[in-house]
Nanobody
Framework: QVQLVESGGGLVQAGGSLRLSCAASGGTFRRYTMGWFRQAPGKEREFVGAISWSNADTPLADSMKGRFTISISRDSAKNTLYLQMNSLKPEDTAVYYC????????????????????WGQGTQVTVTS
């Protein structure tokens, strides 16, 4: 059974950094696009960034470019997705989710929430001013 478990969230002051991790297990993650999304209270879930199964494509949402970085460690035993967040702002406060897109024919990572089939439980990030 595919499982995604996020960790690394917490409380940080504006300008600070956090690194989120997503431990993935139970599937062929070498072939899956992996993504990060976030949802603030009262708002829709939004795309943060993703990494293609080839690791060659790592699109980020415009507001995250230059501040956030996505990386992934894939091997047969363990797969971990990371989101390095620097220069955090209060508007980055949200629950952050990792997700997996099982469509291995999709070469360019999607930004659409509905195309990701499996989700983690989320980790809270709170940025204070």
């Amino acid at each position: 059974q595919v499982q995604l478990v996020e960790s690394g969230g917490g409380l940080v002051q504006a300008g600070g950094s956090l690194r989120l991790s997503c431990a993935a297990s139970g599937g062929t993650f070498r072939r899956y696009t992996m993504g990060w999304f976030r949802q603030a209270p009262g708002k829709e879930r939004e795309f943060v960034g993703a990494i293609s199964w080839s690791n060659a494509d790592t699109p980020l949402a415009d507001s995250m470019k230059g501040r956030f970085t996505i990386s992934i460690s894939r091997d047969s035993a363990k797969n971990t997705l990371y989101l390095q967040m620097n220069s955090l702002k209060p508007e980055d406060t949200a629950v952050y989710y990792c997700a997996a897109d099982f469509d291995t024919s999709r070469i360019v990572p999607s930004k659409r929430v509905d195309l990701y089939e499996k989700w983690g439980q989320g980790t809270q990030v709170t940025v204070t001013s």
